[in-house]
């Protein structure tokens, strides 16, 4: 690198990681005097990296889920960053040229990518930054670091504060923020909350090893709810600018917490009203989710954001009573039941009653009796969710805990959104419970399978063979063919074959990955072997499997 000028950043973006990868290592960045900040999968990642550091030059695939490369240089614009951007695209049509040109993107590069022509591209940029910029322009971009390392406490002061309180902040914390002052303000707390049909499906971690099959998925896509959540993120961040007051968010699974700041006699209400309303609009572009957003009461100290907090969370929990696609104010709510949390010692009895006769059946409609709409809308949510932390608690007692997890029944049960999603998790978790008391019962035969099936599922992308599973499970090849035979009838090769394929029909399915690439990355260095297996077991050729499932 040349030493009497500035290196210049780079980030690169692509929601193939592997691409990201090749251009890191493939363009000779140290003689361009550059060097690689952070890749990114997708534009919200990129749009955070670019808000947050300063980035001199964005090279980006255009097409790619949530934001795509167009709609990051745009908003990137939007917010006067003014990076410099190279398209990489795969897609010969010059209305994404025309499109990028607009946004004054003038390099556009094609894939597959040559490296000579990247690094051109690179050079062109890299000169034309260093005619353009002098010294002071260099001194103003380190300033703007310094400013973004500012920001970047204070977001983590208000962050501690909203969930924590403020006992482990010290004043002069807060006074070492340069450029804030909090005084005069007030605060309201608002939480924005993202739910999908599939919250009543318990995760991978609440079932025994034993529950699972191959090709099937315990978790929700949380890849495309984190899209959903970011994308919405930008979209409540640009409507707060737009109203010129000050805020402070962060994202927590699939809910956005924002702390807004506002003269003490700005309509909040109405603006997070409004504010809603739009993200709704936003959201439809979404198949299968709802927002739903609480709303904590208006403080006028840094001291009481704990508690504006607390009553955004309880009202936006309260949604699995008052139903989503809503606002939720905490000043409307009255719980007129002030349960303490804990099960009666009758209902303790009767459940382990319920259990120790094994009777499942009956435990789940001792659990609709506890989850009976009437009772539950005059609950706190809070209260509702340490009811059923106690009644897992007594049954777990009774059945043992082997293959439960508490702590995850305990998180999972406060992000459900609706009572008949809460219900089903509730009984499955319950299932899950026995399964795993049965699980642990089960003949050393049946373990060593589940060992077996658990060594393909994560190894099956490797050229595996019925030797390497038998030394896995410390067996004769032999025998564990004929227990594997026994136990899942289906022969070793035929069951990995399948488990392959399920793999290779959800990423024909849910990418954009050639065919090539899915054989690769399901353990097929052949892609005419790979294509007639498919053909064999699903009854299609990939090509044709995607085209019916686009």
């Known amino acids: 690198m040349n030493p009497a000028l500035p290196t210049l950043s780079v980030l690169i973006v692509d929601d193939e990681n592997w691409i990201c990868q090749l251009i890191k290592e493939s363009v000779p960045w140290e003689e361009l005097n550059m060097n690689v900040a952070a890749l990114a999968g997708n534009g919200v990642e990129a749009l955070r990296v670019l808000r947050d550091s300063h980035i001199d030059i964005v090279i980006t695939d255009i097409r790619m889920p949530g934001v795509d490369g167009l709609e990051l240089i745009r908003s990137a614009r939007a917010e006067g960053i003014d990076s410099h951007f190279i398209i990489v695209s795969g897609y ?35 000169d034309s930054i260093y005619e353009k910029n002098s010294k002071d322009q260099y001194d103003s971009d380190v300033m703007s670091k310094l400013k973004n390392t500012t920001g970047v406490l204070r977001k983590q002061i208000l962050c501690t504060i909203a969930k924590e309180g403020d006992a482990n902040i010290r004043p002069t914390e807060i006074e070492g923020i340069e450029g ?119 403080v006028e100290s840094l001291t009481q954001i704990h508690q504006s907090w607390i009553d955004a969370d309880t009202a936006v929990k309260y949604r699995v009573v008052a139903g989503t696609n809503t606002i939720i104010e905490s000043n409307k709510l009255a719980f007129a039941n002030h349960s303490t949390g804990k099960l009666s010692a009758a209902q303790q009895a009767q459940l382990t009653v319920l259990c ?77 419970i026995f399964a795993g008391r049965d699980a642990s019962r089960a003949s050393g035969q049946q373990q060593m399978i589940a060992a077996a099936k658990e060594y393909i599922m994560e190894n099956y992308k490797a050229d595996i063979t019925l030797t390497d599973v038998a030394e896995f499970v410390h067996l004769n090849p032999n025998y564990i063919s004929t227990l594997f035979k026994k136990e899942t009838g289906s022969t070793f090769m035929n069951y990995l074959q399948e488990y392959r394929m399920e793999k290779a029909r959800a990423l024909l399915r849910d990418t954009t990955m050639r065919v090539f690439e899915i054989a690769l990355e399901v353990g097929y260095q052949d892609e005419r072997h790979f294509a007639k297996l498919f053909k064999k077991i699903i009854g299609l050729t990939p090509n044709e499997y995607r085209k019916l499932n686009a």
């Open 92 to 126: 010969r049509d010059f209305e994404y040229a025309r499109q990028a040109m607009s946004c004054n993107v003038v390099n556009y590069v094609l894939k597959p990518v040559d490296e000579d022509e990247l690094a051109l591209a690179l050079s062109r940029i890299r």
């Open 356 to 432: 120790e006769a094994r009777d499942i059946a009956a435990i789940e409609s001792y659990i609709d009796g506890l989850l009976e709409p009437e009772y539950v809308k005059e609950l706190n949510p809070n209260t509702l969710h340490q009811i059923l932390n106690d009644a897992l608690a007594t049954l777990t007692e009774v059945v043992g805990s082997e293959g439960t997890d508490a702590d995850v029944f305990a998180d999972r049960i406060v992000r459900i959104g609706s009572l008949s999603a809460l219900k089903a998790f509730v009984k499955d978790f319950i299932k899950a």
């Open 180 to 298: 804030w002052d909090p005084s005069g303000m007030a605060f309201t707390c608002a939480i924005f909350c993202v739910d999908d049909d599939t919250s009543a499906t318990p995760i991978a971690a609440a079932l025994p090893d034993t529950a699972a099959t191959p090709g099937a998925s315990a978790t929700p896509d949380n890849e495309t709810r984190q899209i959903v959540v970011e994308n919405l993120l930008l979209n409540v961040e640009k409507q707060i600018r737009h109203a010129e007051f000050d805020f402070e968010s962060f994202i927590d699974e699939n809910a956005i917490t924002c702390i807004l700041m506002h003269p003490r006699d700005f309509s909040i209400r109405e603006f997070i009203k409004n504010c809603f309303n739009e993200l709704k609009i936003h959201i439809e572009a979404y198949d299968g989710f709802v927002v739903t957003a609480g709303v904590g009461g208006t």
